[in-house]
């Protein structure tokens, strides 16, 4: 199961009510205490509506369904991966079969697009040599929101409402961190 982190200086009690964790304040520096070096750490962002949900994870081999995977990636930058269920550390217990994993499309009148684009497709390419080496890891963000809900309030604990995620994107861009962005 992943560990909630919240990103410095953003009161875990703008989003958890009572109990322990009210008051709690964690640092980027108290991950490595709170997740250890194996389990992935959630990350709450403020947003605009509410609050993000990040994902850190180190994509393996073992926790992709490469049968029934897609093999082509959009001229957007879009591709899909599918994950077992059993490698992924969000509950997801509506979903019967893989996790989807988007990458969203990024259009081309986007600022800078071709070299968005070129960051997705070299990720994407990481990702497909994991069948052919299975000690690998590809390191990846995901987003965790729209299909996150929080199952649990005290301690905090999230599920998917569906079988979906996405990596984190912005601006037509992967995004490869879980700090908040800054606003332009």
Known sequence: MAVVRQQRNVP????????ALAWLWLSTAGLAVLAGAETPAIVVNPGRYGPSYHLRLALTAAAIDFSSRDKAISSGGQFTVRLRQDHFPVEAPHCRGPIILRMPWTSPVTSDAANKIAEKRSLFERILMLEKNPQAEVPVVLELNP???????????????????????ASGAYVDHTNPLQRQ
């Not at 875990?12 to 109990?19: D, Y």
């Not at 929080?150 to 998917?160: D, E, I, M």
């Open 12 to 19: 875990l009690s703008r989003w958890v009510t009572g109990g």
């Open 147 to 169: 299909y996150v809900e929080v199952a649990s309030r005290t301690p905090l604990r999230l599920q998917l409402k569906y079988c979906n995620v996405f990596f984190r994107h």
